[in-house]
């Protein structure tokens, strides 16, 4: 694959440079907690010895991995450095072969018995067991075994939103939602110059480091993140259309790239979205785990997002009937006038009541639509 990205054949890898080197040198090494529940220690863990500490429980047991690569936003971070991207979970994808079912378990019981090796001192862990272990640390578990994926994932838990999220592929349809979010950087290198060298490097000492875009042409995809530009390809394969995450990044100040195709793109992301979760109960729960997922040290930013997501789902819809939109138009807002009351300190969002629309000479700043006796910063769209 370096080879390949050396001599430009392969367009959507690149080498990485020294900085984004040793800025991947700094997010392997850093120590990130993986909280515990109830009396559960906090476990202070680095993402360079986790990978291999699981990789070497896999291969102990005789699976196979192809390559470890670090993906998502922290490998965005990794190639662009940009204080408007925040990192978000550390997601790490083991490329292994899992043949038979009877993988998934082992899988499990390798990431979860790897976790008695951070636990602290003067911990007994003889009687601590997997189950104890996945009850303490572990946020979501999921497996997906069907006829063109397979692959599963372990979210360790951490308070502050940035989750280690260990994934394990076989085989997956899709790696990515949008072109900023499709960079993988594969760690091989990087590992064997910890067991060699340790995590000393500098610019004339480090490992060569290839980094690459699931989207299909990495310098497209850089140019996307480094001018904060929205592009997709087939929003409609993505489960959900994309819709949330697509919202977020509008919220976070990108746009689209291809502002011809916009109304296009959105309707097909808002059609995906209502046909994989239709029901009323099921979009407030994707909506809700959004929120709480993506938003973690965030809470500012949130009902700006609620506020596009309304807006898109408004102009957008296509595929509902008018009640249905309503109701999705009115979860939105109710959600949206929750979370301004908690950012501006009221406990019960019920004591606040919206009675009209605001005329536009009365949207400023200072301006409080609401019948709370306090003042807001902005106002809440009505039905």
Known sequence: ????????????????????????????TEVVPVHGRGNFPTLEVCLRDVVRTVRARLQGQGIGVRDVRLNGSTASHVLLEDEGWRLKDLDVIFRVDLPQEAGFQLVRDMV???????????????????????????????????????????????????????????????????????????????????????????????????GESVYGDFEAALGHLRGRLIATRRPEEIRGGGLLKYCSLLARGFRPAHAGELRTLQRYMCSRFFIDFPDLSEQRRQLEAYLRCHFAGEEGRRYTYLMELRRVVKESTVCLMGHERRQTLNLISLTALRVLAEQNGIPDASNVTCYYQPAAYARGPNFCPYYCGQSLPTWLPCK
């Open 112 to 210: 979860l018995s790897s976790l008695l090796d951070f636990l602290p001192g003067g911990v007994n862990k003889d009687r601590i067991t997997a189950v104890t272990l996945k009850e303490a640390y572990v946020q979501k578990l999921v497996k997906v075994s069907t006829a063109v994926d397979r692959w599963s994932l372990i979210s360790l838990c951490n308070n502050d939103g940035r989750n280690v999220e260990l994934k394990f592929v076989d085989r997956i349809r899709r790696q990515f939602e949008f072109s900023v979010d499709s960079f993988q950087i594969v760690l091989d290198p990087v590992l064997e110059h910890y067991e060699r060298h340790g995590a000393a490097m500098s610019p004339g000492s480090h490992p060569t480091v290839v």
């Open 1 to 28: 694959m370096a080879e390949a990205a050396d001599s430009g054949e392969c367009e959507q890898c690149s080498v990485l440079t020294w900085e984004q080197v040793s800025r991947l040198n700094e997010v392997l």
